[in-house]
């Protein structure tokens, strides 16, 4: 079978199992993508995730069957065993993150079933944890047929835990739609109202307020702007346990720092941004970043993990932890008209030579069509 047609006649298509784990957004858009992709090349496909997920992405509607799977953190043989039936005639399984990687090995073990692994991030996680997760990444890329990284340093990553053959493999998240584009130039004015930054640059960053040292970084660096007329407001969307000590923060220091909750349409505030933020300790292919420079929206980011070959040229990098070249380079942006101007062409430019999720199914159909043919 050929990656771009339906199967040869008489034979029975190849049937994958995508099994989805707790992943962020960008893995579920992506499983929802490759699902829909595969579906119109001929495959059988089976989506094994929570049964949350099949709400929030439709699987199903992209002519996938849908399984629920829980994917729990920690693996039980009741979800190894209920995988297996879900699998019992998966030609190939393909999982999505280091639990369900690892759910995976476990399932196909004692089978010659070929199993790739898709790595979309890496963890920060401190101390025992930490060692857990090496102990896993290992066991992981042993056992993987293929792994496939999102990014080149988790190539370099999966190869250096043991992967007999870890390859790039970009992961493309569709393309904002023409209604939502036009839905969010509708609102456009409203949302800078409702914010209070009509006749002020508008800062709009992302965060998941679980650790107060990474946004912490940024509310340091906000202390610059202060002085600047008129002065910028930041934004930030995400949500977490955090949160409380950070407001806390933000009003004892009286900093132009607005947190949002996650329940603000990120595509539309980003959208108007004067400058997006993305202030991370480390990053594949952002959805902020890619919104943004598809938007023409300037962006600043640290220079992490897939992010530098993400942006190329077309945005301003900073070291992570450094709020002082931080607060420099955003004010730096807010001062020059023409340098925004020329980052907002050169990230449109850079987001059209991004893969698109047809080169990203051709990508990963040849993957299986080569496993299906060794096998």
């Known amino acids: 079978m050929s990656s771009s047609t339906a199967p040869t006649h ?5 049937h994958v199992v995508q099994l989805l784990g707790g992943g962020g957004v960008g ?21 094994g995730a929570p049964a949350s997920a099949e709400r929030r992405y439709r699987f199903t509607a992209a002519g996938a069957r849908f399984v629920p799977v829980p994917v729990p953190a920690r693996t039980t043989p009741a979800a190894v065993g209920l995988l297996r039936a879900v699998g019992h005639d998966a030609d190939l399984v393909h999982a999505h993150g280091m639990r369900a990687g690892m759910l995976a090995a476990l399932a196909l073990r004692r089978r010659t079933v070929p199993l790739v692994v898709t790595w979309h991030s890496r963890s920060a996680l401190p101390g025992m944890r930490a060692r857990l997760r090496l102990v896993t990444e290992h066991w992981v890329a042993r056992a993987a047929s293929v792994v496939l990284g999102a990014t080149s340093d988790l190539v370099d990553r999966a190869r250096s835990r ?24 509708v609102d456009r004015h409203k949302i800078r109202a409702e914010l209070g930054a009509v006749d002020r640059p508008l800062l709009v960053a992302e965060a998941a307020l679980d650790r ?15 002085s600047l ?3 910028p407001l930041v934004a930030v969307v995400g949500d977490g346990p955090e949160r409380p000590a950070l407001q806390r923060r933000i009003d004892r220091e009286e900093l132009p720092v607005r947190l949002l909750g996650t329940g603000t349409d990120r595509a539309a505030l980003i959208a108007d941004a004067d400058v997006a933020l993305l202030i991370a300790r480390w990053a594949a292919r952002a959805p902020l970043a890619e919104q943004a420079m598809r938007h023409g929206v300037p962006l600043v980011a640290t220079a992490v993990g897939g992010v530098p070959e993400l942006v190329g040229d077309a945005a301003v990098l900073v070291p992570y932890a450094d709020p002082a070249a931080l607060a420099r380079a955003v004010e730096t942006l807010l001062t020059d008209a023409p340098r925004r101007a020329a980052l907002a062409r050169a990230g449109r430019a850079r987001a059209g030579s991004w893969p698109t999720e047809d080169t990203t199914v051709a990508q990963v159909l040849s993957v299986y069509d080569e496993l299906a043919a060794t096998g």
């Open 27 to 47: 893995t579920g858009t992506h499983v929802r993508s490759l699902s829909a992709g595969l579906v119109a090349r001929g495959l059988r496909v089976t989506v």
């Open 162 to 185: 043991g992967a007999r053959d870890a390859r790039l493999a970009p992961v493309a998240l569709p393309p904002p739609r023409a209604a939502d584009e036009a839905a969010a130039g």
């Open 10 to 14: 008489g034979r029975a298509p190849l």
């Open 212 to 226: 107060a040292q990474d946004l912490g970084h940024l509310l340091t660096a906000t202390r610059a702007w202060r």
């Open 229 to 231: 007329t008129p002065q």
